[in-house]
């Protein structure tokens, strides 16, 4: 059995059903911040366990025999929006559960961390990152990441092999979507306003990788021999983009299915922003794992699939996490004053 935390988040709705597929058993345990939607007929190859990690029973690990670490607070914005709950959901929850994973010799531990742990800030020199480039975070959600990251590295022994995935700005379709992320704004943009905003010149790099490719490599890395993922990092991008190539990417991608009349507005006016690269070759050369989907190809995916689903909703709040969490966070005190909506 697989325990994916944040299963029923933006990756895990992706991740569990390509688990189930190859013949795994499931135990999903999140917070369901976006409900579990997007997770639907999945059958009994999928247990869903609602619950916070800060506060979480032993008795998920039962019958585990390896974890996909995904949840917590999953971008700046929210990580900025309460630092404290970050800092405890992000690197103290993670801490807890790997330790508990240790004590019960559960083994296998992918972490999904993210490339923002590179970003040095304004004004940084452009190099190509490696997992072995000095790093230093400052903002709070790479911070948390980073933190969590050392813990699982000291842990890493005979007896548990963390692998650490830090993963560049994931785009692509989901059930349980997210407009908030680079590739995937620009896509909703473009449908909605038939038009493209690209700010800064669109000079800035991105590391970017579609999200099926992300699901894959997770399962490769549980699979993997132990003594070629213990206590090993590993970045997950399919290619460098400058945002401004991006946008032409996506334009051209919705062209091919129809949708013509899309402009690229480029804002030259600022030139304090953040750019960086990083170099996802290390987990091909050492596991095989190679990226397969592009910019293009994922953004004819996600209009196909938005149109089978007749997904044009693309301003209801659940889809930008900071969005819906602080709209959440507000109808808490709301719904503690009042009671219940529609029922008493
Ligand atoms: N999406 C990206 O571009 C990206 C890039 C790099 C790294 N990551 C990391 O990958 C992971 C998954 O990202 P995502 O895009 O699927 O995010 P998401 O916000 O869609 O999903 C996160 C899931 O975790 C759950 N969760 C949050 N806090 C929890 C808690 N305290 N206890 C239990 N469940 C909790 C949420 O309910 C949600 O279902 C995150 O850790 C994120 O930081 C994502």
Known sequence: ??????????????????????????????????????????????????????????????????????????????????PTANHEMNTVATDVLARRCKERGIKRFSFATTCSIY????????????????????AAY???????????????????????????TVFGWSPRMRYDLVVNTMMKDALMKGALRVDCGGEMWRPLVDIEDVARAHIVCIEAPAEKIKGRIFNIVQKNYRILELAHHVKRALADLGVTDVTINVDYSHFNTRSYRVDGTLIRRE??????????????????????????????????????????????????????????
């Open 287 to 344: 596991l095989g794992f190679e990226p397969k989907i592009d910019v293009q190809t994922s953004v004819r995916n996600m209009l196909t699939q938005i149109r089978e689903n007749k997904q044009m909703d693309f301003m209801n709040p659940r889809y930008y996490n900071i969005q819906w969490m602080s709209l959440l966070d507000e109808m808490e005190g709301v719904l503690k004053s009042i009671g219940g909506v529609f029922t008493l």
């Open 119 to 138: 970003d040095l800030g304004f004004a940084a020199e452009d190099f190509m990152r490696t997992e072995e480039s000095e790093v230093e975070p400052r």
């Open 142 to 168: 790479a911070t948390s990441n980073y933190e969590a990251e050392r813990i699982l590295l000291k842990l890493a022994d005979d007896n548990f092999h963390p692998v650490l995935l830090r993963q560049g």
């Open 1 to 82: 059995m697989i325990l994916v935390t944040g299963g029923a988040g933006y990756i895990g709705c992706i991740l569990v059903p390509l688990l189930a597929e190859k013949g795994y058993s499931v135990r999903v345990f999140d917070k369901l911040f976006f409900g579990d939607g997007g997770l639907k007929n999945l059958g009994k190859r999928c247990e869903i366990v609602q619950g916070d990690l800060r506060d979480f029973d032993p008795q998920i690990l039962d019958g585990v025999s390896a974890v996909i670490h995904l949840a917590g607070l999953s971008n700046d914005p929210t990580a900025e929006y309460n």
